[in-house]
């Protein structure tokens, strides 16, 4: 998959250098040439010199072919612009855009972009973002029996009770991260659009557990 990122500054270059790997095609673009330094010699992917949101520079960077965008520059605004173009011009299905404001997450949100907060996120949750193909394992005890892993899951499930996940599922929803924030769910919790479930499960259970996540209630 070719992806563009926003952005080469530590979570950029991160991002960037992290996907290559797993053998991705990636392009780059920040207004500052000499922000590339932090890729590294030997990073193969393309360098774009221009402002993120601009049209023009997408294209050259591969936005037309591209399957996610990353927007993680130092200005929230920029971020969100970049991301929507992305969106909604280029019709780029995973997007995402990091914010140093938390307290317009949700505006960001409801715009149907998937934020990651700076302070209390990492390049890795930057990726979930991006590559949001299967669980990803938050924790797992030494036998590898019991792990503790976030789970995509339909969005049938959007207003309903986390209980109701939970019961049809037969798992344990550990937390749920709202915003960029943990919390625990209340029996009366419902899923909201962008929340993060991460449940507690056993490992030879976690393919039924997806299967059942990936169904909305009606299917299943």
């Known amino acids: 998959m070719h992806i563009v990122i926003m952005g080469c500054g530590r979570v950029g270059s991160t991002l960037a250098r992290t996907l290559e790997k797993q053998g991705h095609s990636v392009a ?53 612009i970049a991301a929507r173009v992305a969106r909604e011009n280029f019709g780029v299905e995973n997007v995402a855009a990091r914010i140093y404001d938390p307290r317009r997450a949700e505006v960001y949100q409801r715009l149907g972009i998937p934020t990651v907060a700076t302070v209390r996120w990492t390049a ?8 949001p193909s299967g669980s990803e394992p938050n924790w797992q005890d030494p036998s590898g029996a019991v792990q503790l892993a976030e789970v995509p899951y339909s969005p049938a499930w959007i207003g309903l009770r986390v209980s109701k996940l939970e019961q049809e599922a037969e798992v344990r929803v550990a937390f749920v991260t709202r915003l960029g924030q943990g919390v625990l769910p209340a029996p009366d919790m419902v899923l909201q659009e962008g929340d993060l479930v991460h449940v507690m499960v056993r490992t030879a259970d976690l393919e039924a557990v997806e299967a059942v996540f990936a169904k909305g209630p009606e299917e299943h």
Do not use: W, Y
């Open 28 to 80: 780059v673009v920040d207004q500052d040439p000499t922000a590339f330094r932090r890729l590294g010699s030997d990073f193969s992917g393309k360098r774009v010199t221009g402002v993120g949101f601009d049209q023009d520079t997408l294209r050259e960077a591969g936005i037309e072919e591209a399957g996610a965008f990353a927007a993680v520059s130092s200005g929230d605004n920029s971020n969100i």
């Open 124 to 131: 890795d949750q930057m990726l979930r973002r991006l590559l």
